[in-house]
């Protein structure tokens, strides 16, 4: 007699190799695919914050235009060396205007800024005050050490650092031949090309502690909404970045946006914005790390925009300057709204 012979059905508990290849390599292609549109979201989220930390410094600086009929200027002080002056900047005077009036209540007027190393004898409550980061001086793109830096200014040491510059126009005495240019028309001492002391923008480094570094609004003969307030700079592409420092915080247009010098572009990759960072004569200017090639900007009647690398070299001179009397319209500024 033939037995029948059953056969038990087995099933499958796991992937074989090739289908867990497959599935693999299936989540990998998902992820370059949605990589990139990550990191584009978390720029464009960074990009926003930026552009709201400069429509806060342009507020507060109306506001404080406002109260003392002029805007923050620079002063050097007792004398252009950091670590020895009493200057402080347009940044320190809108300190209140920003929530930050309790730092500078801190300061003691009569005592140097930038002396004092920490834990030495000569620390002092002001080598408190230069020492605090002010987030809404920081580009949230940028990464610049937690926003302490050491020498960024004309004196030795570590002190904390800012993205943001005043416009201090668009007459330059130095660097590369395209960065050095002079307009006849223009704040208080036109035809001068000393971009640092004599200005046609907003602001000054004044080291001379000349009254005119403070300007009052009637002073922006080419209307506020055509004239640049301030920008972005990036700390490790300058040494002139100190928060409170007259000489860390304004920046020209006579230098092209995101300039790399003569230097860098010849150097076949040996030489960087970040290696040239002591390079005033070209550096001592506008950058920023966003993508899009540009940088945020906000004008003196407070608006923002985004501003592109490929803005006409003299268009955006014009808008540094703030007595040029050239006529620009928005489509010239290669800039965008927020």
Partial sequence: ???????????????????????????????????????????????????????????????????????????????????????????????????????????SYTLPMGSGAVGSATYTINTQVTLTVVPAFLCPTDQNEGGIMGTRSDGAGTRAVTNYKGSCGSNWAW?????QYTFPKGGYFAPSNNGLDATNGIFMRNWNNDPKGWVPMSDVQDGLSNTFLVGEAVPRWSQWNWWWWSNGSTATTGIPLNYSSVAI?????????????????????????????????????????????????NTYRYLGNRGDQVAISNAATGGSAP
């Avoid at 003392?68 to 300190?95: D, E, P, Q």
């Avoid at 660097?175 to 960065?179: L, S, V």
Wanted: hydrophobic share 40%.
């Fill in 1 to 107: 007699m033939r037995t029948k012979r059953t056969h038990a059905k087995t099933s499958r508990l796991a992937f074989t190799l090739v289908e867990l290849l497959v599935v693999i390599a299936i989540i990998g292609i998902l992820i370059a695919l949605l990589l990139p549109a990550v990191q584009a979201a978390r720029e464009s989220a960074r990009r926003s914050q930026c552009t709201n930390n400069v429509k806060q410094l342009g507020v507060a600086l109306q506001n404080y235009h406002d109260i003392h009929k002029k805007f923050a200027g620079c002063y050097a002080g007792s004398t252009g060396n950091v670590n020895l002056s009493t200057g402080r900047n347009w940044m320190f005077a809108i300190l209140p205007f920003i929530e930050q009036g309790n730092l500078q209540a801190l300061t």
């Fill in 175 to 179: 660097g590369d031949p395209i960065c």
């Fill in 265 to 313: 572009t010849t150097s076949g990759g040996t030489k960087t914005l970040e290696s040239q960072w002591g390079d005033w004569p070209n550096n001592y200017s506008f950058f920023s790390r966003h993508a899009g090639s540009g940088a945020n900007f906000v004008f003196a009647d407070g608006h923002t925009s985004f501003i592109s690398d490929n803005i006409d070299l």
